[in-house]
């Protein structure tokens, strides 16, 4: 009897172990959040660059409705931020490229956290000094545009919206320019042949760029899709994307595949479904569904070749309810898993991809403030 109690208790005591490795196995695989240094100031709809050093470059956005001169780095050594040199013009909304030469350039954005004016200033971060210099101004003032860097170092920038009321963007553009690195200007080329903004614009392997979806003045969501060719500088349309979508989160994959997630309808309401883009056949293909709709979240790709999706606005023609919700997407089987939570529903934030894999989410806001916190996802 003894013997049988032992025996009876070392099983138990087995399955137990099993159970606990298994939800430690589970815990790992989900991936977890965890709180990394405060930002020295709050901001939403900022700029995020990883230098060449690994350090982020987190610039301007607005604070209690105020656009922001103020910058600031990340440093993941240490997990910290610190001050670095100010802008020359205060903007939101603005969208920064790193240059060939270890450069950031920052461009345009909203004056006054989008409530009127727009700004076709640009200017030149410099790493090494911690400064920020004044470089050639756009042709059109622009805010939510489009920009990819080409491959011979020249930055394309295409449409956006002009002007901002307190309902919305009231006038969008089609126009396209070029900045030239080494000259510091920039030049017109052929314009789209839709007038749009809240989109991407995506360097394909080609050289090419898509350009997909977006939003016009009437805050119809789109699902047109046109290209680039830097050669013949000339736009060509593209296939239709399977949704109308604007304000969405898109991500390059592997294969020459384009994850285009969420985003907002022709209602303005938010959505969970997603889609690829094939470069090989030029088509959109519907793939699995997220487990929330969001507008105004992230999407960045893990080493593991995962994408995480997190935050953004569970939106209705209600209103906008913040997340802290993350999910996972796997291109090998098209499907989403949730991941472990935030500590912080927000959107309007950043997500950048660390020289070690790890993903540092930074600011938004939380539907009453700006937030200057920021966390740390490990894969």
Known sequence: MKRSLSSASARIMYMVALALAAST???AASGAWSP???????????????????KILAAGGTNNGVALTSTELYNPAAGTWASTGSMNVARSHARAVLLSNGSVLVIGGCVNDCLSATTNSAEIYNPNAGTFSATGAMVQARSDFGVTLLTNGQVLVAGGCTAFDVNGCTSVTNKTEIY????????????????RYAMTATLLASGKVLVAGGSTAALDALNSSEIYDPTAKTWTLGAKMVQPRADYASIMLGAGRILF??????????????????????KFTATGNMTATRVEHTAVLLANGKVLV???????LGGA????SAELYSPATGTWSATGSMSNARAGHTSTVLHNGNVVTAGGS??????DSAELYTP
């Open 180 to 195: 030239d690195p080494s000259a510091g200007t920039w030049k017109a080329t052929a314009a789209l042949r839709a007038a």
């Open 261 to 282: 997630a969420g985003g907002e309808n022709i209602s303005g309401v938010s959505i969970n479904n997603a889609e690829l883009y094939n470069s090989s056949t030029g």
């Open 310 to 316: 997190s935050g953004g606005n569970n939106q209705t």
């Open 36 to 54: 990394t240094g405060t930002m020295l100031s709050a901001r939403d709809g900022h700029t995020a660059t990883i230098l060449t050093n690994g």
């Open 321 to 324: 309810t913040p997340l802290a």
């Open 366 to 371: 939380d539907a009453v403030n700006e937030l």
């Open 25 to 27: 196995l589970s815990f």
